[in-house]
């Protein structure tokens, strides 16, 4: 396990076509700990994981990572919103997430088994990765992440396609991979109640900006922002 690290997100801005979609002045996240990332459509969840992955640049401003002297050696893993997959084996699917790790052939066969597993998709280790249900798509896309030891898990809505057995195990599943491997878990996720059951502390987006961020309980129960209080609305503890 790494010491403890910090990232800490300053002045970031992502415009397309000089229209905003993210801007946040300060965002400290903490490894170790779990974060749910909540807001409407739109508000720039994905937008925020995939430069966090960087998969893309941000337009200004950036990340600096606190307490940890060889930032590029983080091990960061991204799950997309929507689930990739190759046209080979589901097994190879997930092996590929291994790819230049230096374990040996039988070393990534165990992870990729035991990942399989774990997800509950054992069945489909021989099937075609491009023949998968949505479900059984996001489940895979979960397995490349658990074969991983990762220092920031990054996961887009991870179980938007799951049926609620999934829904429930995936919830334990990411909590025992975070105590396991002391990750910091970002979670992008459009259910209170998910965020409730995964995460220690609640970001949440509103047109690019933060607008509530804090100790899950207290956010659930004492939104202080209008878009917190709306979000909570539908749903109650
Ligand atoms: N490549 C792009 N080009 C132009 N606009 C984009 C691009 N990617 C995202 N956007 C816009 O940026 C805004 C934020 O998008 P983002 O995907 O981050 O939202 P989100 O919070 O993840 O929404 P959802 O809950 O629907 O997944 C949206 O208005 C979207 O239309
Ligand atoms: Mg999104």
């Not at 403890?4 to 903490?30: G, H, Q």
């Not at 689930?83 to 190879?92: A, H, L, T």
């Amino acid at each position: 396990m790494r010491p403890p690290f910090r990232l800490s997100i300053e002045k970031l801005k992502k415009t397309y076509a000089e229209r905003m979609v993210l801007d946040i002045d300060e965002l400290v996240l903490d490894s170790g700990h779990a974060y749910a990332l909540v807001g409407p459509n739109g508000s720039g969840k994905s937008t925020l994981l995939k430069i966090l992955a960087g998969a893309i640049d941000a337009s200004e401003g950036g990340v600096v990572v606190h307490g940890e002297s060889n930032p590029e050696e983080l091990r960061v893993g991204f799950m997309p919103q929507k689930s990739y997959s190759f046209g080979f084996s589901v097994f190879r699917n997930v092996a590929l997430a291994l790819e230049g790790s230096g374990l040996t052939r039988s070393e990534i066969g165990e992870r990729v088994t035991s990942a399989l597993d774990i997800v509950g998709i054992s069945d489909l280790a021989d099937a075609r990765g491009s023949s998968l249900s949505g479900g059984e798509a996001q489940r895979m896309a979960l397995a490349r992440i658990l074969v991983r030891d990762l220092d920031v898990a990054l996961l887009d809505e991870p179980t938007a396609s799951m049926d609620i057995t999934a829904t429930m195990l995936v919830e334990d599943v990411l909590t025992e991979y975070r105590e396991k491997t002391g990750c910091l878990l970002l979670v992008a996720t459009h259910a209170p109640s998910q965020a409730r059951r995964i995460a220690n502390s609640i970001v949440m987006l509103s047109e690019g900006k933060v607008v509530e961020c804090g100790d899950a309980q207290d956010v659930l129960l004492q939104p202080t922002s209008a878009q917190g209080r709306e979000f909570l609305s539908y749903w109650s503890v």
